[in-house]
């Protein structure tokens, strides 16, 4: 697995990363009826043992079980992995020390003294960036974190969390952005550029589109529970989604991949990019490794390029 540097800081991380949204989560994601503790730990093992090492967890996945999880599974197999960890700042938690207290129950939730990323879950208006960004500068500081990042950032922001950071001599590592064939506005807004220009790496979140690029579902055959009736599964936007998805299939078909392997292996291609597909068993795990280690031909990106064209805005 080619490994990747996080930015702008020492971390090296695997080109392909683990997301654990879905670990612990029952009402959205299924845990406790499509997949259990035991699908979990495998699907840990199967990303290990394909050489991923980076794990993206979050304080309001799961409600912290989530970070539970990834945490327990880190210590009993005492992997060298690169957790990383989001902070949410709801309208009551907007301070230096609402941060910091969010911090250390994450960390407690681990069971681990440091995060090798921690990250702004989103750019809340009410937020005063600057304090916040000042207050990741004292946790590297302390040692409670090794490199900051953000997620949902527009380029603007990002500018201006990543010159906040600077102020302290601390880099801003990644801005965690949606990003797919199905919805490509990162290149359209200015966010891959500016992460490209100030050296901070994309973490591409949902770039299989909730599993949508995987060809398991369509009209008439849905994911149970809330996602369902959300984003790319409501009926317009997933009859719009259908020919993209045809196009993915297609490619993998003619080259014995799966179509969630070719969608995850355009995004890496992308220079600067990390994507971070979700994993709930060892066998999902082991599919999204197999993105890796091959390249698509310029044909077949072109292809995809026109199919998405107006993914971009």
Known sequence: MEMKQLGGTSFQVSALGVGVWSWGARSYWGYGRDFGLSDVREAFQASLDAGLNFFDTAEIYAGGVSERMLGDLVRETKADVVV???????PWRV??????KA?????????????????????????????MMQALADAVKAGKIGAVGVSNYGAAKMRRAHEALARRGVPLAANQVKYS????????DGVLQTCRELNVTL????????????????????PRGIRRFRGDF????????????????EI????????????????????????????KTGQQARDNAG??????????????????????R
């Open 84 to 90: 990383a960890s989001k902070f949410a700042p709801f």
């Open 95 to 100: 301070t230096k020390s609402s941060l910091h």
């Open 103 to 131: 911090l250390d129950a994450t960390l407690a939730r681990l069971g681990l003294d440091h995060v090798e990323l921690y990250q702004v879950h989103f750019p809340y208006s009410v937020m005063r960036l600057e304090p």
């Open 181 to 188: 064939l199905l919805d490509r506005r990162p290149e359209a």
């Open 203 to 222: 973490i591409a979140h949902t770039p299989l589109a909730q599993g949508l690029l995987t060809g398991k579902y369509r009209p008439g055959t849905l």
């Open 234 to 249: 409501r009926p317009r936007s997933l009859r719009k989604a259908m020919p993209v998805v045809a196009k993915v299939q």
């Open 252 to 279: 993998a078909e003619a080259r014995g991949k799966t179509p969630g392997q070719v969608a995850l292996n355009w995004l890496l291609r992308q220079d600067g990019v990390v994507p971070i597909p979700g994993a």
């Open 291 to 312: 993105a890796a280690g091959w390249e698509l031909t310029p044909d077949e990106v072109e292809a995809l390029d026109q199919a998405t064209s107006s993914r971009r």
